[in-house]
């Protein structure tokens, strides 16, 4: 194999490991064998066209074609030219196909099925990083540029979906980085000519050379501390794409860090492992939902927020009145810019800097995070409104600022018609409002799910309408925008639930627990809270008596439930003989969290998990060469098979470990010597040692091994004693005589080869000599010999 189709080899081998990501992104492995044939096919035709020797341009234009030949072949549904040469047809046909897997990465969530659009457009993108790759590597001969291709394949699956792919894929890329590079420096040190070692043996290409061995440890180093890092640092697992994009996997995002401030239409819900998020210890019997972002801004695809401009000091809060209560919040894993907020806040001590937001009440960052906040106190009051009261109040009034940007919405006839039909007979506000959130109930075939299923329509609200299924941010935002399409002021607010009880006055909220709900204006109770999405699918759901489900009947007599607001006063906590609170019967919810919370200092306990066997695996590996060469002394110093052979090789050993030079030209008597100016303590044993080898060397008796390993263990501690500490762990853990064994072994190895090589060709040479044939073989010679 010659060089460049080494190096086409290579390429193609090393963005195929790059690829494995992509496991996690797709349901099953059906999407590997077209990717990898057009990996294949594009650096094959790029070798024959190298081979050919054309330049760098007809190389790229031949890779190119024959990726538009591979997608003609498999995605142009029969419309190309001998299904080979695509035609406009083709182009349309690919077009369609490209909307329909952009639909569907925004609708569906990883695993995801390898077929359609979707595959297409993975395809084309490994095509044309296939082609970039190979131009870097064997092309243009700037490996390194290879990176850029390496790391475009390993973000695009790693941003979409971060819970669906596992840190540790990142190893298989890191190696194909590496093993570019070393093949790239391997050609051009072969190219300088043949190579030999320092005392001038000749050896092959692959004798690995000092500087060569300290880079491959160096590297393992590397990676055993980045890995060791990346298993034991907690990170956030909130991808690319969330964060850039708006959410472009649909939906609130439940992870370490930030809810997702924006209530989109349509989507799906990714629901990682539950982690503990807050801890809250309050006075307040039955806590609502935390406030932490409001969202007016509404678009065609859903509710997003303002960029809270004219935000005041916190001294300036206002003041409801009513009964206060204080919570005390202690932050087990949240980060984000706003500070998460009961009812109305009247007072908060809380470290950073911090204003609040006059329109929505949001207390939001001036340069502070909550991930920098271990613990906050705030006061606050919760303002219960009766529903004889909210049926008499008028809606926010038209001359009021506020009016536009809380009835703004986009101009959707359909959704007019619908919203006319379920208002009509209504007059007032709350009569609107108790309508349509009617109309969303379970009574009127409306369910909470993960996922909200595409029904065709051009607008996402119209598809949630039709297919009734969705999750709380969808019906926050649908009955926020029915509300406004009535002239009924309404936003969406995203926060958390009121979570798990785990003591009397103890609260614990998980990343299960983000939640949005709707806040509707009324001229004199404000913005009152209203939770369209069914109970069954909210975690720590609220009841509130002015807007219970309209699904279920309501019996006077019946008890409320557990987390129904109730305006009477809490039965005291059940207490044990020693006076200490008991926890509510049954204890706190079941699951992750309720473990968690039983904790004394509020850790969750760490799974199992297989990167744990590897991260000890790991730390292993600085331990090797000591275990190793312990292994050779005990087996050398072995009382049955001690000879003078073996303890003065272990004594030239430590000798090398420890720094002591010793010529190969001395006697034993003269390395004796050596060793005893090393370690004066160990000069008879040094001595001991030197005549026995002497004698094993030659006199016909040979030397008593008695009392050598002895000896082998003063001449030990002697040369520990009498080195610096740096020198004493190289010793134990990096020994030189264990490297020069190895480094020795493969100088023999590739030696031999060498012979043997040498050897196997002179005798092919010689099968195929033919004799010497003279013309006078028939005539005697000058000299009268035939």
Request: glycine share 10%; proline share 7%.
């Amino acid at each position: 194999m010659n060089g460049q189709r080494h190096a086409t080899v290579v390429a193609a081998s090393t963005l195929a490991l790059t690829l494995t990501p992509l496991i996690g992104i797709f349901d099953g492995l059906g999407w590997i064998f077209p990717v990898m044939l057009t990996i294949a096919l594009i650096a094959t035709a790029g070798s024959l066209m190298r081979a050919a020797g054309r330049g760098q341009g007809l190389q790229t234009l031949a890779m190119a074609a024959t990726l538009v030949v591979v997608l003609t072949v498999g995605f142009g549904g029969g419309t190309g030219l001998l299904f080979l040469v695509p035609l406009p047809a083709t182009f349309e046909h690919w077009a369609a196909l490209s909307q329909d897997g952009i639909g569907a990465i925004i609708v569906n969530a990883p695993p995801v099925e390898a077929t359609g659009g979707i595959m297409f457009l993975t395809v084309v993108g490994v095509g044309v990083v296939a082609i970039l790759h190979d131009m870097f590597v064997v092309g243009l001969r700037t490996p390194a540029l290879a990176g850029l291709t390496l790391l475009t394949m390993y973000l695009v699956p790693v941003s979409v979906a971060p819970d669906a792919t596992a840190w540790f894929w990142f190893i298989l890329p890191a190696i194909a980085y590496l093993w570019i590079l070393g093949d790239d420096n391997l050609k051009r040190v072969s190219a300088f000519g043949h190579r030999f070692t320092g005392a001038g043996q000749l050896v092959g290409r692959s004798f690995p050379s000092p500087m060569a061995r300290t880079a491959r440890w160096s590297a393992a180093g590397f990676i055993a501390v980045a890995l060791a890092v990346l298993t034991v640092v907690p990170a956030n697992t909130s991808g690319l794409i969330d964060n850039v994009a708006d959410g472009i996997e649909g939906g609130e995002s439940y992870g370490l860090g930030d809810v997702n401030p924006w209530a989109q239409l349509s989507g799906s819900l990714m629901r990682p492992d539950p982690v503990d998020v807050l801890r809250v210890t309050t006075d307040d019997p039955n806590p609502r939902y935390l406030r932490m972002h409001v969202l007016d801004e509404l678009t065609n695809d859903g509710f997003a927020p303002n960029e809270y401009d004219g935000t005041q000091n916190l001294d300036e809060l206002p003041d409801p009145g009513g009964e206060r209560y204080t919570a005390q919040i202690q932050n087990l894993q949240m980060q984000a810019p706003v500070v998460p907020v009961y009812g109305s806040p009247v007072d908060l001590d809380i470290d950073g800097d911090w204003r609040v937001d006059p329109d929505t009440g949001v207390i939001v960052g001036d340069g502070s995070d909550m991930g920098d906040v271990d613990e906050y106190t705030v006061e606050y009051a919760e303002p219960a409104p009766d529903a004889e009261t909210l049926a008499a109040a008028d809606g926010m009034k038209t001359s009021d600022e506020r009016w536009g940007p809380n009835t703004e919405h986009p101009d959707v006839p359909e959704l007019t018609e619908i919203v006319d039909g379920v208002t009509a007979g209504a007059t007032t506000v709350h009569e609107k409002v108790l309508a349509v959130q009617d109309y969303l109930s379970v009574s009127n075939g409306f369910r909470y799910s993960l996922e909200t299923a595409d029904a065709g329509n051009d607008e996402a609200i119209l598809d949630f309408l039709e297919t009734r299924q969705g999750y709380c941010q969808q019906f926050a935002a649908t009955m926020a925008w029915m509300l406004r399409e009535a002239d009924v002021a309404a936003r969406v607010v995203v926060g958390m639930s009121q979570g798990s009880r785990v003591d009397a006055d103890q609260w614990l909220l998980t990343s299960d627990d983000y939640h949005a709900w709707v806040e509707v204006y009324y001229d004199g109770p404000g913005w009152v809270t209203f939770d369209p999405t069914p109970a069954t699918g909210v975690p720590g759901s609220v009841g509130f008596p002015w807007a219970s489900e309209p699904d279920e009947a309501v019996d006077p007599e019946a008890e409320p439930s557990e987390n129904e607001i109730s305006t009477e006063e809490p039965t005291a906590p059940a207490t044990d003989e020693s006076g200490q609170t008991l926890p509510p019967e049954g204890g706190a919810s079941e699951g992750p969290s309720a473990e968690a919370g039983a904790g004394s200092d509020g850790g969750a306990a760490l799974p199992f998990h297989p990167s744990w066997l590897l991260l000890l695996l790991l730390l292993a590996v600085p331990f090797l060469p000591a275990l190793w060469r312990g292994t050779v002394r005990r087996r050398r110093l072995n009382p049955r098979t001690v000879t003078a052979k073996t303890a003065w090789d272990e004594a030239m050993d430590l000798a090398l470990d420890y720094g002591v030079s010793i010529p190969d030209s001395y006697t034993p008597r003269q390395a004796a010597g050596v060793l005893a100016t090393a370690a004066p303590s160990a000069r008879e044993a040094a001595t001991a040692l030197g005549s026995a080898m002497a004698l094993h060397r030659y006199s016909p008796r040979g030397a008593d091994p008695a009392g050598l390993a002895d000896a082998l263990r003063d001449l030990h501690t002697a040369l520990d004693k009498s080195v610096p500490t740096r020198r004493k762990y190289a010793a134990m853990f990096w020994p030189a005589s264990l490297i020069a064994k190895i480094g020795a072994g493969r100088a023999e190895q590739s030696a031999r080869l060498s012979r043997r090589s040498a050897r196997t060709t002179d005798r092919v040479k010689s099968a195929l000599r033919r004799k010497r044939r003279s013309n006078n073989r028939d005539r005697p010679g000058v000299t009268g010999r035939a």
